[in-house]
């Protein structure tokens, strides 16, 4: 099967299985990862069949959302890779690449050097951040029924990627606990200049916040 024909048939086996996905982690988070990575891959390199279809498969499970099962993903991704006849070399480091590309709460994981995984993890962080980054963590904080803001909830370290997974605090925790930190995890050089500007309007989006949560903008 030709590269091309394998990856549309990978495409409609993520757009199908996510169909009714929460609507941060659906099949347009999957098309903006796919294609800020490939963007990526432009400047930095890497093979792109590696990096297209580790960013199509990187959420077709995710923990969040299946009970908790951190292997479910990579699981499904072998099989479906194998299925249309990847070749085993790939298949092994695509499955690598999914298995090991969640934040988990900024608890240390597996240090994978590969250009292709580096690329891949920092195009979804990236979706977590800026613009983006803000509606889809509003949008998952609705969908968990979060409070958005509770000042007498303080933002946690966590000290495993079962008890951030298991956190229920309020939406604008995230921020601290996650999306501030991501500007200083990316791999290359490329999505930092990206994640300067989006994590420079999440400070601003806070800091109106906060200005509007005590009403200090009233002209009395």
Known sequence: MKKNETTKLIEDFVKNTLIDAEKGHDWYHIERVRNMALEISKKEGGDSEIIELSALLHDISDAKFNGGDYEAGAKISRNILEEFKVEANKIEEIVRIIDNISFKGGVSQFNIYSLEFKIVQDADRLDAIGAIGIARTFQYGGYKNREIYNPDIQPQVYNSS???????????????????????????????EIANIRHEFMQEFLKQFYIEWKSEDLNL
């Open 162 to 192: 079962e008890k951030y997974h298991k956190s229920e605090a309020p939406t604008i925790n995230h921020f601290y606990e996650k999306l501030l930190l991501l500007k200083d995890l990316m791999n290359t050089d490329t999505a930092r």
